[in-house]
Structures are given as C-alpha cells and as structure tokens.
C-alpha cells in the first residue's frame, strides 16, 4: 500500500494556513511532482493557491488526490499530534498515524465537492512588492474594533495607505517601491492576516484582484482576492467576482 511521511507540524500548519484554519471548508489535496497542491474558490472572492512542498517529505509515494470535506474537523483532529505522521488512503477513509495517535477521517468524492478547480484563475499578475505583514495585522485589528468590514488601499507617489473607515477612520502608511493605484477589498483580506510569513509579496492594480503571496521553505500560498466595484446605477458597492475581473 503507498503511502507518504511527513513532519506532522509541517502538515497541518499547511492546512491551517491555505483554509485560513478551516474557514474554507472543502478541499483537495492534489499530488504533483511538486507536493500537494490546493487550488480552491471561496464565494467566489477568494481564490487560494498553495503548495506544500515536495521536499518536506520523507517518504513520496503515489497515493492520489485527498478530498476533504471538513478542513476544520480534520485539523482540529489533528492538533497536538507530534513528529513524523504517515498518510494513507485505505478503503475511502484517510489513515493518518504517528507514534502516538492514529486518525481515521472519511474522505469525500470529487465529484461532490465544489470550487476546487484543476486548473488555476487564468490572471496574471505583475512582480509586486515586498512588505511586512504587520500592516495586514494592524489593519485587521482596527476593521475589528471599528466594526467595519472593508479595506481601501491606495497607493500615490510609492507610498501605500491601507484604511478602514465607518464613522471614524484609521490609516496605515508604509513605502513601497510601486506604480500608482487604488481599489477596495472585503473582509477576506483582514482575515487571511494572521496566516501570512513575516514577508510578503503584494501586487495589485486599480479596481482588481489584489494577489499576496507567503512563502517559507515548508510551502508557498498566493491569495487572490476580488476587489468591492461600485455599481454606478444605484451607488452599491458588491464584491466583484473573480470571472468578472479576470478578463481586465
């Protein structure tokens, strides 16, 4: 029977990270000959791609796609487990096993799992810049305590302003070494904030999908998220779907 051995930590760190801890439901967990892989859309608004990488495995054997059905259950099984962990898929059931645990998590059929496309979001992005993620952190904090569910980020003469604005209005500057541009994003931008590396790469244009990728020797996730359009008509601002934006 093939299986595959890894670090425990590294897995679930890897889970955690592109589900935004289970936020995101439904997955599959794709092999490639780079790792597994995980291409998911979320409301269509957010579309997360991540790797974790080959190499992070100490034994990488065929065993095929893992469907979940239940990202937050399975990492919430998984919590604490310690040291190398072997995976298995045995009979529609995941078999998960370290020295002192063993998992046994029933795994869905593909075909009853939606918005995990085999192909990525055909959108091409230019090479960004690097920041801290603690701009994304302080912003999300603020959105909290403001009760405000939308960031504006603007970016004039290579300096970044990220605002959250109700009745009151909270700004973070930071240099960045970037063209002019502004758009606005939803409340998936605050929430990815807490599961970003220390840098990150952001690239983004006026009225699009902003991309921020995290990158760390254990993996590499790019979120793409849509920007909130104002609908002319009647003034309403909507998330705008990642179809619609596509095509600029």
């Known amino acids: 029977m093939s299986k595959l051995v890894v670090f425990g930590e590294s897995f679930v760190n890897f889970l955690v990270d592109s589900t935004l801890n289970g936020k995101i439901g439904q997955v599959i967990l794709r092999q490639s000959d780079g790792g ?3 291409n998911v859309l979320c409301e269509n608004i957010i579309n997360v791609q991540g790797l974790l990488h080959q190499k992070n495995f100490i034994l990488w054997e065929k ?13 919430k099984l998984l919590k604490g487990i310690k040291g190398n962990i072997t995976l298995e898929i045995i009979k529609n059931k995941l078999l998960i096993t370290s020295d002192d645990k063993e998992i046994e998590y029933g795994i869905a059929v593909e075909e009853f799992v939606e918005n995990n496309p085999r192909e990525k979001v055909p959108i091409q992005f230019d090479g960004g ?4 993620k603690t701009i994304f952190k302080e912003i999300k904090q603020k959105a909290d305590l403001l009760s405000v569910g939308k960031c504006s980020i603007a970016i004039k003469a290579n300096v970044m302003r990220m605002t959250v604005e109700e009745l009151e209005k909270f ?4 240099q960045v ?3 002019d541009c502004e758009a606005e994003y939803g409340v998936w931008l605050m929430e990815i904030s807490e599961y ?3 840098k990150v790469t952001v690239a983004l244009d006026n009225e699009f999908p902003i991309c921020i990728t995290s990158k760390s020797d254990i993996m590499a996730i790019r979120y793409i998220i849509s920007p909130i359009v104002k609908v002319e008509q009647t003034g309403q601002t909507i998330p705008a779907t990642t179809e619609k934006t596509v095509t600029k």
């Open 196 to 198: 970003l590396e220390d």
């Open 63 to 75: 065993i095929g796609d893992v469907v979940i059905k239940d990202c937050m259950l399975l990492i």
């Open 129 to 132: 810049f690097v920041c801290d």
């Open 171 to 174: 700004t973070v500057k930071v």
């Open 177 to 179: 070494p970037y063209k």
């Open 36 to 38: 597994f892989e995980i």
